[in-house]
C-alpha cells in the first residue's frame, strides 16, 4: 500500500498547551520567557488557548486577565516533558512534575495577554495537561510559559518556558487532529456516514473534506494528522479512528485526538495504541 511523504497538501500559511499558534519572530531571552515580536498587543491567551484539560486529575481551570505574577527563584521549580510540533486546532500533550508538592500551575503564552490558573483539589508532584490550541491561533513558534506553586504558599516559582513549533493547517466547518508522542508513523482515519473514509490513500472527499498532512511517514519527529471540511460536512454519523502503521522501534504512543466544530468548545480523547491494535475505533458523533 503506497504512503505519502510528508506534505501540506492545501495551502497552509506556536501549539501552545493549548495553544494547544503568521509566522512568529523567534524566542527571545528575556525574563517573561519570551516574546513574539509579531504577536499583536491585543492577543489574548483565551482566544488562542482554546482549553486546557487536566488528565487524570481533579482540578479547577480559570482564565485570568492582566499580568501573571512575578516567579521567585525560592519558589517552586517545574520539570517538564512536551513541546515539539503541533497544529492550529490540535492539543497538545505536557508532563509537569517538581520536588515539591504542587497546589496550583499557571500558564502562559510569550508576548501574549492573560494566563490560565490551574488550582489542584489536593496536592499533586506530577500532572499531564491537554493543552488545546484555537485553529486561529497563529503559525510559528511560540513560548508556551509554567509556574508552579508549592503546597500552602501564595509566591511562585520562576517560569519554565517550553518553545513550539505550530504549523498552518485547514479548518472549517470540521475539524478532526490526532497528536501522539513519539516517531512511530501513527495514521488518522475519517468514516463519513456514507462509508467514505478519508485517509493517507484516499485524501480527499467529494462533500469537501481533506487530510492536509500526513506525518512520520517512515518515521519522523512531527506527530501531527489533520482532516478538516472546507465546506459544510453531510448530515449523519462520523467515525474516528487511529492506526499504529509502524511503531517505528517505539513500545507504544500516547495519543490526543480533537474534534472542532465551529462556535463549540473542542472534544478531547485520549489513549495510547500499539501496532499490533490494528486499526482502532476512538470517536463517533453525529452532525
Do not use: K
Not at 519570551?34 to 482566544?47: C, F
Not at 482564565?63 to 513541546?83: C, E, F, H, K, M
Not at 492536509?212 to 453531510?234: H, K, M, R, T
Not at 495519543?255 to 472542532?260: C, E, H, S
Amino acid at each position: 500500500m503506497s504512503r505519502l511523504t510528508l506534505t501540506l497538501l492545501s495551502p497552509i500559511t506556536c501549539l501552545v498547551p493549548a495553544l494547544l499558534l503568521a509566522t512568529l519572530a523567534g524566542c527571545s531571552s528575556s525574563d517573561d520567557g519570551g516574546n513574539q515580536d509579531d504577536m499583536t498587543p491585543m492577543a489574548s491567551v483565551g482566544n488562542l488557548i482554546s482549553g486546557i484539560t487536566l488528565d487524570g486529575i481533579p482540578g479547577t481551570v480559570t482564565v485570568r486577565s492582566g499580568s501573571a505574577p512575578i516567579g521567585d527563584a525560592n519558589g517552586a521549580v517545574l520539570q517538564y516533558t512536551g513541546g515539539g510540533t503541533v497544529a492550529q486546532g490540535s492539543t497538545a500533550q505536557t508532563l509537569l512534575s517538581s520536588i515539591d508538592a504542587l497546589d496550583a500551575v499557571l500558564v502562559r503564552l510569550g508576548g501574549v495577554s492573560g494566563f490560565y490558573e490551574i488550582a489542584l483539589d489536593q496536592p499533586e508532584t506530577a500532572l499531564s495537561l491537554l493543552l488545546s490550541l484555537s485553529p486561529d491561533a497563529p503559525a510559528g513558534m511560540v513560548d508556551c510559559i509554567y509556574q508552579g506553586r508549592r503546597d500552602g504558599e501564595t509566591t511562585w516559582g520562576e517560569p519554565v518556558t517550553i518553545p513550539i513549533e505550530i504549523l498552518n493547517v485547514g479548518s472549517g466547518e470540521l475539524q478532526i487532529n490526532l497528536t501522539w508522542n513519539s516517531d512511530a508513523d501513527l495514521d488518522l482515519h475519517l468514516f463519513e456516514p456514507d462509508g467514505n473514509e478519508i485517509y493517507y490513500d484516499n485524501t480527499t472527499s467529494a462533500t469537501g473534506g481533506q487530510l492536509d498532512l500526513d506525518a512520520n511517514v517512515g518515521c519522523g519527529n512531527v506527530g501531527v494528522e489533520n482532516i478538516f471540511y472546507s465546506q459544510v460536512p453531510p448530515v449523519g454519523m462520523y467515525r474516528v479512528a487511529v492506526d499504529n502503521y509502524s511503531e517505528c522501534a517505539q513500545t507504544s504512543s500516547d495519543y490526543v485526538i480533537t474534534v472542532t466544530l465551529p462556535g463549540q468548545a473542542p472534544t478531547i480523547l485520549s489513549g495510547s495504541i500499539t501496532e499490533a491494535d490494528g486499526l482502532v475505533d476512538v470517536f463517533t458523533f453525529d452532525l
